[in-house]
């Protein structure tokens, strides 16, 4: 019995997300209008700028557009999920009202290094304290694409993507979920069973 009870736990720490009750992952996955793409609230309960509503996840977007390939030509390649991804124009932001603790994931290409392209704050629109930034080094141009975590202290409700849009970067897949810590859980389950079923062919 408590061999079951074991292995059920290894089974739920493998598989639960590290934020179960609050994760979220943008992936910008529909067809955008290149003349008429601003996500705004697509992802919050309310409309693109095109009018269209996606999945309520409580994050919200200024000054971001999607874009997808079309008759015009290929923009990009190779994305982690291809139908759309991001960039951002002018003075840009990713608002979270509930909060992000601590990491924010996501996929970038960039043909240039930037300093400062991610900024965490505590209030929304780039408001408050700023919990940190982040640099993002060139990896291609549309064509490359490479997953990292950004790393702050504290809880932000904003993420000033200004210094992205200036330099030209390209957004895919943003999650709340760090990979590190999901591994981290997946190898703990694996272990645990592992450690289940050894045992219990060492009680037979």
Not at 47 to 70: C, I, K, R, Y
């Amino acid at each position: 019995m408590i061999h079951k009870k074991l292995l059920a736990l290894a089974l739920v720490a493998a598989t639960s997300p590290a934020f179960a009750s609050s994760a979220f992952t943008v992936d910008f996955e529909k067809t955008w209008d290149f003349s008429n793409g601003d996500v705004n609230d697509y992802y919050n309960g309310g409309t693109a700028a095109d009018g269209t509503s996606g999945a309520n996840l409580g994050v919200s977007f200024v000054g971001v557009s999607g874009l997808s390939n079309d008759a015009l030509g290929p923009y990009y390649s190779n994305a982690p999920t291809l139908d759309g991804v991001a960039y951002a124009h002018d003075t840009a932001f990713m608002n979270v009202a509930s909060g992000v603790d601590n990491n924010l994931t996501l996929w970038y290409s960039s043909s240039t290094a930037v300093s400062g392209a991610v900024t965490a704050w505590t209030g929304l629109n780039g408001t408050g304290t700023q919990l940190g930034s982040f640099d993002l080094a060139a990896n291609g141009t549309y064509d490359n694409w490479t997953q990292t975590t950004f790393n702050f202290t504290g809880t932000a409700q904003s993420f000033n993507l200004t210094a992205a849009g200036v330099s030209g970067v390209a957004f895919d897949n943003i999650s709340n979920v760090p990979v590190p810590a999901a591994a981290w859980l997946f190898g703990t389950g694996l272990a645990m069973f592992g450690a289940v079923r050894r045992r219990g062919k060492a009680s037979v």
